[in-house]
């Protein structure tokens, strides 16, 4: 096969694979069924079934890179991310197709020594599972970047509240949810206890079903939906389960929050999950912690903010005030001369790290308070400091005025 402009050479990783729009411009090649977008040249689903070029590597490529090609390409083809295009589908199943060759050493031996014919019935072909791919542990984390949907995996989320307190401190939480198990009564075997089990005749008792692709000519296997892969039918159904295996049912977990959690964090419990099938593992359950907010504190990173009211006379003269914190009320000295808006710090008086070993600072921001109502001496008292401070003793005052006179002058 050669592309306009330039030849190609199969095997060749220099050029860009065949599923690329470059590639397929030069060479003609449309995604159409059997008809190219220009040119006299069949199209590429008609005319290459070569799992090496439709992964776009060589025949010397390591495993990670045969991987790295798939992760790629399963990605950017994926029909969830294509809506638009009918044909994405079909060039998903031959990206699935190739990889399931190519990613295993005997059957990527078979094709390198017989080709195609190493899959074609009657020539020694080579049946697989495609459940054995394993699509969502080997790149379901980059395709749900892309916010494309893989198969359920009976993965649960749920949501933990906490108050501020536990959240800084820690502790133990009770969580109750609901999750798809093995139905209690049958085990999941689907029929009524005692009931008599017949052979399926769907798929003769193995549970699976063979089926065969047109792209690549490989015999693909899936679960048998007539007995759901378990291979019997009972003569009765479970009247708790209608015959599923499984049914839903309600959990409690004890759940240990560490000291210095934060809000939007997420813990995983392995095996927590529901079961999408009797004899499958059952997902994880994924807590997300959402800390409430605390009326006088607020967190940012592990220190503690808070506002403290201060008279105008610890204000000016200076003194001792409580102060309230997570592990219990505190003293702290207020220096003199202390201007509204000023930060007093207390350290190890925070959130403790999650990472090391010590803890953050609680921020005391104080806020003055003005006198609203004044007896007859107090307003003549009020009156004879502000006549004995004048501005030399006010230095917010006399910045101020001077502000305003570089602005007029």
């Given at each position: 096969?050669?592309t306009r402009g ?19 411009r030069g ?9 190219c ?9 008609v ?16 495993e ?12 950017e ?17 031959q ?35 495609l ?7 080997l790149?379901?984390?980059l ?9 359920d ?5 749920q ?10 401190l ?7 949810y ?6 209690e ?26 089926v ?12 048998c939906?007539a007995c ?9 159904p479970?009247?708790v ?7 839903r049912t309600?959990?409690t ?59 105008f006379?610890v204000?000016?003269?200076g ?15 207020v220096p ?9 710090r ?13 803890r ?7 806020n ?13 008292l ?12 006010q ?6 005025v ?8």
């Amino acid at each position: 096969m050669e592309t306009r402009g330039q030849p190609y050479r199969r095997g060749d990783h220099r050029h860009p694979p065949l599923w690329s729009p470059r590639a397929r411009r030069g060479a003609g090649l449309g995604w159409g069924k059997g008809e190219c977008a220009a040119g006299p040249f069949p199209c590429y689903a008609v005319r290459v079934r070569d799992p090496y070029d439709i992964l776009g590597v060589d025949r010397g490529a390591t495993e990670s890179d045969i991987k790295n090609a798939f992760r790629r390409l399963a990605a950017e083809h994926h029909p969830d991310r294509n809506p638009g295009d009918p044909e994405a589908q079909s060039r998903f199943k031959q990206i699935n197709a190739a990889y399931q060759v190519l990613s295993d050493q005997k059957k990527r031996a078979a094709y390198d020594r017989f080709g195609s014919a190493a899959f074609e019935h009657g020539m020694g072909g080579v049946d697989f599972d495609l459940s054995s791919l394993g699509l969502d542990g080997l790149f379901g984390d980059l395709l749900g970047a892309f916010g494309i949907r893989t198969g359920d995996r009976g993965d649960l989320r749920q949501k933990l509240s906490l108050s501020f307190e536990e959240s800084v401190l820690g502790c133990t939480k009770e969580i109750t949810y609901q999750r798809v198990d093995c139905c209690e009564r049958c085990s999941g075997a689907g029929g009524e206890p005692g009931s008599r089990v017949e052979r399926c005749t769907a798929c003769a008792g193995r549970g699976r079903v063979r089926v065969q692709q047109g792209v690549i000519p490989l015999a693909f296997e899936r679960p048998c939906s007539a007995c759901r892969g378990r291979g019997t039918i009972p003569s009765t159904p479970c009247t708790v389960c209608a015959g599923k295996g499984l049914s839903r049912t309600s959990r409690t977990l004890e759940v240990t929050i560490p000291a210095g959690i934060e809000h939007g964090a997420t813990r995983l419990i392995e095996g927590a999950g529901s079961r999408t099938r009797p004899d499958k593992p059952a997902g994880d359950l994924e807590i997300l912690v959402q800390v409430e907010p605390h009326a006088f504190f607020k967190r940012e990173g592990d220190d503690v903010h808070c506002q403290v009211p201060v008279t105008f006379a610890v204000a000016a003269l200076g003194g001792e005030i409580e102060v309230p914190s997570i592990g219990g009320r505190l003293k702290v000295r207020v220096p003199p001369s202390t201007q509204p808006g000023s930060v007093l710090r207390i350290r190890g008086k925070g959130v403790p790290h999650r990472h090391r070993s010590g803890r953050g600072d609680q921020l005391v921001s104080v806020n003055v308070e003005v006198p609203t109502r004044l007896s007859s001496r107090a307003q003549r008292l009020i009156e004879e400091l502000g006549h004995e401070l004048g501005e030399e003793v006010q230095p917010q005052q006399r910045t101020f005025v001077e502000k305003l006179r570089s602005l007029f002058d």
